[in-house]
């Protein structure tokens, strides 16, 4: 049955891709963006779309969450993706951080509450803080280091208390489901300064420039391509029990690879891809509070959403570089 959505942050890396899944499904959409880090090239295949509206707007913005409401004439269910994200923005602007990364959640939630929708909240692994044991479980504990030190938490905790903000609701009733994408990367992620790993250091080849990686290159990742993710957040938001019939309130699923790589062998296979147009590979001085191993444990995702990763990282790097071929 066709569904009414709001996707916050839709202007976005991931939600701009969950936006054509849900068109693709037959479902009305409304992608809710303020353009602080969206670009609107990639709503392009949306927007040629009869169901895709898009609303330049703040997702902390009560009047503006309405206004989407509105021009769908209700919401059945709300991914909210909107937030500030990009790892320098944490060290850099951390008050900013915080605000919009609370107040969106706390602004849709109650929506999600008033309107009777569904709710599914992008969190992050980054939740879980400098926690050193691995793998990740659904349930692990949380650890935050001492914020003199740096600011880069005001990510990860303020997606902690999104997570809390959430369990509350659904305490009060609400139908939430809480999302952790590990590590996404595909053709659409953000190469600059501000950016994500795997895109600069694609952006580096192209550039035909060093790939810088932190530190001494042995902190590790699990890194998801895009496609998984997306199936992730359809699979979570779409779903009205489990595979086996568990309910899915109150829920968080971790979606990522379970191939841990470290940073210097994900800098190699990319050189390996590009072939000819492979550059030095240099270390340099990385961020404060960096996590030396990220690796989930997605016993959630395959046993109540039945979401399996499909995409080897391998093939993942192919296809991304394949894509940007056609780039400008
Ligand atoms: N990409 C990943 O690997 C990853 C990993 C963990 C968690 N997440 C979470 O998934 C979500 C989507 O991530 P992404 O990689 O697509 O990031 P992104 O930065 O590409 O997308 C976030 C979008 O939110 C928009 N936005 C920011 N503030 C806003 C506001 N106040 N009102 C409306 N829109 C606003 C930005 O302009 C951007 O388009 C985020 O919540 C992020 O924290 C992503």
């Known amino acids: 049955m066709s569904q009414r959505i709001l996707v ?26 303020n353009m ?48 500030i994200n990009g790892t320098r923005w944490f060290h850099e602007a951390a008050r ?13 939630v109650e929506k ?28 692990s504990e949380s650890v935050f280091s001492n914020p003199s030190q740096h600011q880069r938490f005001a990510y990860g905790a303020s997606k902690y208390l999104d997570e809390v903000a959430v369990q509350h609701a659904v305490r009060n009733g ?27 250091m694609f952006e580096a080849i192209r550039r035909q420039e060093p790939i810088n990686v932190h530190g001494d290159g042995q902190q590790t990742r699990s890194f998801t391509h895009i496609d998984d993710l997306v199936n992730g957040f359809y699979l979570a938001g779409h779903l009205d029990g489990g595979i086996e019939g568990q309910p899915l309130s109150g829920s968080s699923f971790n979606l990522g690879s379970e191939e841990e790589v470290n940073m210097l062998s994900l800098a190699q ?16 001085e990385g961020y404060h509070g960096d996590s030396m191993r ?27 570089w394949s894509g940007l071929q056609h780039q400008p």
């Open 8 to 33: 916050t942050g839709g202007a976005g890396f991931i939600g701009s891709s969950l936006c054509e899944r849900l068109l693709n499904e037959g479902h009305q959409v409304v992608a809710l963006d």
């Open 36 to 83: 602080f880090r969206g670009r609107a090239e990639n709503l392009k295949e949306c927007h040629e779309h009869p169901s895709f509206h898009f609303l330049s707007g703040d997702a902390c913005s009560s009047d503006d969450l309405q206004r989407c409401f509105d021009l769908l004439g209700g919401i059945d269910l709300i991914h909210h993706l909107a937030a």
């Open 96 to 108: 900013q951080v915080i605000d919009v990364n609370i107040n969106a959640t706390l602004a849709t």
């Open 112 to 139: 999600a509450v008033e309107w009777g929708s569904r709710y599914v909240l992008a969190s992050s692994p980054e939740a879980f803080g400098d926690v050193s044991s691995m793998p990740l479980m659904e349930g």
């Open 174 to 200: 609400l139908d939430g489901r809480i999302v952790r994408p590990f590590n996404g990367y595909g053709v659409r992620l953000m190469g600059d300064e501000y950016g994500q790993v795997v895109a600069m």
């Open 269 to 284: 296979s990319i050189n390996e891809v590009v072939g000819s147009q492979a550059v030095d590979i240099v270390l340099s």
């Open 294 to 320: 990220r690796l989930p444990n997605c016993t959630n995702a395959v046993s109540m959403l039945g979401w399996h990763p499909a995409i080897s990282l391998k093939d993942g790097l192919i296809s991304v």
